[in-house]
Every structure is written in C-alpha cells, then in structure tokens.
C-alpha cells in the first residue's frame, strides 16, 4: 500500500519576489513532521519527465499584474499542457493580494488547477474559502465556496498564513491517505 511517509513527493514553484518559495519551505517542513520527505524545486530547473518520478506532486503560483500568470509557470504552459499525469496526486498552492487585487485574488491558481485537471491527476486539497475578502477570483468553484487549492495572502493577512498551511497540510495528508488507503 502506497501511504505519505512513502510516497515520491516534490514541491514544485515559481516565485517573482520570493514568497511562494518561502511558503513551500513551510509546507516541506509540515509535511516532514508527518513523515513525508518532499523535495522541492523552482519550476526553472524542472522538466514534464521529471514529474514522472514522483507519486505526489505540490505546485506552487503567485498571481501578478491583474490576474497575471507568474512568469516561469507561463514559459512552463505547453509543456504541462502536453503532460500525462494519470495516477498521481497534485495539491496546488497559491498567493496573492486579496485587497490589492480583490478582481484576481489567486487567479494564476485557477489557471494552474484548469491544465493540471487535463492531465489526468487526481487533484487533492480544495481550501474553505471563508474567512478571505475579495470579488473576484479564477481559483473558486461555482458556488464560490472552496479555492481549487491552499489561497495564502502574505501581504494582507500574514499573521494567518503558518495556521493555514498547517491545517491544510494535515488535511492533503489525510485525503493522500484516504485516496491510497485500497
Ligand atoms: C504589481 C503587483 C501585481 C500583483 N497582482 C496580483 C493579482 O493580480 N492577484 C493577486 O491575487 N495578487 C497579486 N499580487 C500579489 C502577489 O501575488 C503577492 O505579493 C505574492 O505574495 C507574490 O509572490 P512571489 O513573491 O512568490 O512572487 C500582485 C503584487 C504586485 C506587487
């Protein structure tokens, strides 16, 4: 049986100013507390091939410039529109500015979770969205309800951000298990 402390994990991100890296440093570091060593790389230096290695994949995206995509994952967008991805896990992560942009909070997460649904990879880790302020965002269901992945708002909201990434590790690490447990 495939569990957390065995899976192939790697966290993968882009960052402009560095935040998304910081946050993915956390979420490691939370997820070698459950007995999950994961990897982590900046989308610059990783290849669709190396995807293949891992059981259980963590993408990290800033939003930039008015629902922009951060720039690296965009150079990044053909190659993960052609990725064959069935039978792994991917839980996705973004930041951004939920009063600074309130029309495109998180927007290049949604971008992220529309391609990554494509390749076949069973998504994990949909985040409440209560207890954020913003109009708009690409990263919600319809009903508004649930982000496709963990939002973080280091710029508005800092002081919530460790609690967040606490909680919403233990909770992909719950539904990895849950999903792997046959
Ligand atoms: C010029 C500028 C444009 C931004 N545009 C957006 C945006 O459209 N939507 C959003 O949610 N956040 C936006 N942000 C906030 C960033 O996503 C946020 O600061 C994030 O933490 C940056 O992550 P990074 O350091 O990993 O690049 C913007 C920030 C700046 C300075």
Redesign the pocket.
Known sequence: MQTLTNARACLI???????????GDKICAELAQLGCAAEMMNITDVSVEEFEQFDFLIF?I???????I?GDWEDFEEQIASAQLQGKTVALY?????L??GY?????MGWLYEHVIKTGAQIIGSWSTEGYF?DE?RAVNQSRTHFCGLA????QQFELTDARIKNWVEQIANEYQQLHAA
């Not at 495109?104 to 290049?108: C, E, K, L, Q």
């Not at 973080?152 to 710029?155: E, F, G, H, N, V």
């Open positions: 991100f882009g960052t402009d100013t560095g935040n998304t890296e910081e946050v990290g800033p939003t930039w410039d008015f629902g922009g951060q973004g930041l951004g500015d939920q600074g942009y495109y909070f998180v927007d290049a913003y965002s973080i708002d280091d710029d």
